[in-house]
């Protein structure tokens, strides 16, 4: 669809006889504003996907692991039952 000048001008001359020339500025108006709007809300969508994949690619709420190991200094902590039985350790824990 290449359209050379003579193609235009046909066009526009075209469209000056279907509207008359009061309603070209009042449609060429509107075509801007239609126009912004729409950019306006293609803006807003992609700031919304932006915020949607930093929200899922930043870092948990991570906690470090309470140790279960009784140590002698600090009373407060809980000694292990020994009548639990320990759960077998896997084998990347082992060293």
Do not use: R, Y
């Amino acid at each position: 669809m290449n359209f050379g000048g003579p193609d235009l001008i046909i066009i526009l001359l075209i469209i000056l006889v279907l509207f008359g020339a009061k309603k070209l500025p009042e449609l060429a108006k509107g075509l801007g504003q239609a126009i912004k709007e729409f950019q306006k809300a293609k803006d807003e969508f992609s700031d919304e996907l932006h915020k949607a994949g930093d929200a899922t690619t930043s870092k948990p709420n991570v906690q470090p692991a309470q140790s279960t190991i009784a140590t002698t200094g600090n009373p407060a902590v809980a000694q292990p039952d020994p009548n639990q039985n320990p759960s077998p350790a896997k084998p990347a824990d082992q060293v």
